[in-house]
């Protein structure tokens, strides 16, 4: 198998030309498994150009091969093709405008839940996904979740990759601390981070609006303590006591962070953590992935190591991920280009080098590109290849709709625990919060 990023050295951020070249080169040659499948057809407009909009980039290759795959994709299919990469707060006005206006990009790659609040809207990509997930050995747990309207067997997305949430953490922080793994349980958990903030070595949780950090650690301290949302029919169900001891771990824990987690948007921690102010957060590949790159902060690389969020009382790993979700509004005027342009950067001559150049930061969605050589390009990244595999989703027990999407964009659960941090509410008053803002969106 060829360990691609062997090479990595070279391809630091603001990689040259020729490493990148060299990169996608070796990356393209990897075979991926796959399976015989007839694609669609997707007779391409005459006239036809697109813009795309899409997160911005956490890591530099990221939008390089994105955008080296685009001028591919133009160059093969004489479509112009623009790309504007949007910061994460902005995407759902953009998406919204688009919704409401029926103009702007003829593909947005917006957030998990963004196409199931504008599902009516939208063109049914169904052909597109089965044809991928028959060539590349079936959908990973998450993607199909998210890509696929409720109840039905439609997918209204294309799930293009996840960046999940696992505890990034200093390995000779934890020993000096007195462990030599992260606990899993939820007393040992708070017992590792109050020894962490006595040796000066503190962690930190984003409990502010963020929509990667902000809602991971919402999630994770609601599903860690086995409580949910909604339930199986997408009825509010956050007002119960599971949630209430939930909250009540979090005002112990919430003094063992670094100063200032109230505010923390999810670039913060990465600076924060960067700077060695923070000691231990969950984030994506990208933390790992600058300092690994940077010659000032490999040292801190060499220390680092990834953990699953601790499960507490979940039956498992109590994490989702953020996913990017492409969609194409059925305003568009030329969504055969914007179809065929979704299944191109999906293929694996171009979504492998993709995947293999970001180091893993937006988890595959399709189960072939387990095989990746990424995966077993460093140990210390392995934990990423189940980033779009969890049991955990946005509204979790209940279904992904609209309700949930908003649930979300509204940051209800991280307002909730945010409250409680801030010594605003008691956990009753916050739970009870947070289940009249529910509900008046889950009607």
């Not at 075979?31 to 997707?42: E, G, H």
């Not at 102010?277 to 000032?296: H, I, Q, R």
């Amino acid at each position: 198998m060829v360990h691609i990023i062997t090479r990595r050295g070279a391809l630091a951020l603001g990689a040259g030309a020729a490493a990148m070249m060299a990169l996608r080169e070796e990356a393209a040659a990897q075979q991926i498994p796959t399976q015989p499948a007839d694609p669609p057809r997707l007779p391409i407009e005459s006239g036809a150009s697109l813009r795309v909009i899409r997160p911005a980039r956490f890591v530099a290759p990221d939008e390089e091969f994105f955008r080296a795959n685009t001028e591919k994709f133009s160059k093969q299919f004489n479509v112009p093709v623009r790309v504007d990469f949007v910061g994460w707060e902005d995407i759902r006005p953009q998406t919204a405008v688009l919704a409401n206006t029926g103009t702007g990009p003829d593909v947005v790659i917006g957030w998990s839940d963004d196409p199931h609040i504008y599902a009516d809207k939208l063109h049914d990509l169904s052909d597109v996904a089965e044809y991928l997930g028959k060539k590349y050995g079936g959908w990973q747990f998450l993607a199909e979740k998210y890509g696929k309207r409720h109840r039905t067997n439609n997918w209204i997305a294309i799930p293009l990759g996840g960046s999940t949430g696992p505890l990034v953490y200093r390995i000779s922080a934890v020993k000096e601390a007195g462990f030599d793994k992260i606990p899993e349980d939820h007393a040992g958990f708070l017992q590792l981070c109050k020894r962490m903030k006595e040796i000066g070595k503190p962690a930190g949780f984003a409990l502010g609006n963020a929509v990667g950090d902000g809602n991971g650690t919402a999630n994770w301290l609601t599903w860690s303590f086995n409580s949910f949302l909604t339930d199986e029919d997408g009825k509010v169900a956050i007002n119960q006591p599971a949630t209430i001891r939930a909250l009540e771990y979090l005002k112990e824990l919430y003094p063992t962070f670094v100063p200032g987690t109230l505010s923390w948007l999810d670039p913060t921690n990465n600076r924060a953590y960067a700077a060695q102010e923070c000691w231990m957060t969950p984030n994506g590949v990208s933390l790992y992935f600058a300092l690994k790159n940077d010659p000032n902060t490999r040292h801190i690389a060499e220390d680092t190591d990834h953990a699953n969020l601790p499960r507490g009382l979940a039956p498992d790993a109590p994490q989702s991920a953020t996913i990017i979700n492409a969609m194409v509004f059925k305003s568009v005027r030329y969504p055969n280009a914007a179809k065929a342009y979704i299944q191109f950067m999906m293929e694996a001559e171009q979504y492998n080098p993709w995947l293999t150049a970001c180091l893993g930061y937006w988890s595959h969605p399709l189960k072939a590109y387990d095989a990746s050589a990424v995966w077993t390009s460093d140990p210390k990244i392995a934990l990423y290849r189940r980033g779009l595999d969890y049991r955990y989703w946005s509204g979790y027990k209940g279904p992904i709709t609209a309700a949930s999407g908003t649930a979300a964009s509204e940051y209800v659960l991280v307002q909730m625990y945010a409250s409680v941090a801030a010594g605003q509410a008691t956990p009753q008053q916050a739970v009870q919060e947070a289940e009249r803002r529910a509900r008046r969106i889950f009607r």
